[in-house]
């Protein structure tokens, strides 16, 4: 093996290093630029139910259920979206200061309010949208002080957690 066999046998193994730096960068690039999206779109939706919140009656409660996680998961209290939403409003009802939103994973960012109750669905692609976008949103009614007037339906541990951490900070 001569001299010039090594140096382009050197090359090769760095070329095929630069190859794999790339693939890794194009993954990481694709992830952020997927985070950035869900991020827009959570911040637009949480804009909606922000002014939702500041709509609430004094004495209300803003009562945000984790949707897929009550239709879906293993503490589920309703079998469908509708049926889920006919809960809610029968809840609204007999809580006439309460507000609701009902929060679901989708992939097209999406949200409509009817009477009392905002349904969203959070866009974009992944796992746990509407669980972060719930977390961030507790996030920003503590930092306008409107958080104690917030309760969070649901039976995944680990928003229930984080929730019940940031709003117990309240005080």
Do not use: C
């Amino acid at each position: 093996m001569s001299a010039q066999d090594e140096i382009l046998g050197s090359r090769a193994v760095h070329v095929r290093e630069l190859r794999s730096e790339i693939s890794a960068l194009k993954a990481q690039n694709a992830a952020l630029k997927a985070e950035n999206e869900s991020l827009k779109s959570h911040f637009h939706l949480a804009v909606l139910a922000a002014s939702d919140l500041h709509e609430l009656a004094p004495g209300g409660v803003f009562r945000i259920y984790d949707g897929w996680n009550l239709v879906l998961g293993a503490g589920r209290i309703a079998s469908s979206r509708d049926e889920l939403a006919a809960i809610v409003e029968k809840e609204l009802e007999n809580n006439p200061r309460d507000l609701a939103w009902i929060v679901y994973d989708g992939p097209e960012e999406n949200s409509r309010r009817k009477g009392r109750l905002r349904i969203s669905y959070t866009g974009g692609e992944g796992g746990q949208r509407a669980d972060r976008m719930i977390v961030d949103f507790i996030r920003m009614a503590r930092m306008t002080g409107t958080d104690p007037r917030i309760e969070v339906a649901t039976s995944d541990r680990g928003l229930k957690r984080a929730a019940e951490k940031l709003l117990s900070r309240r005080k």
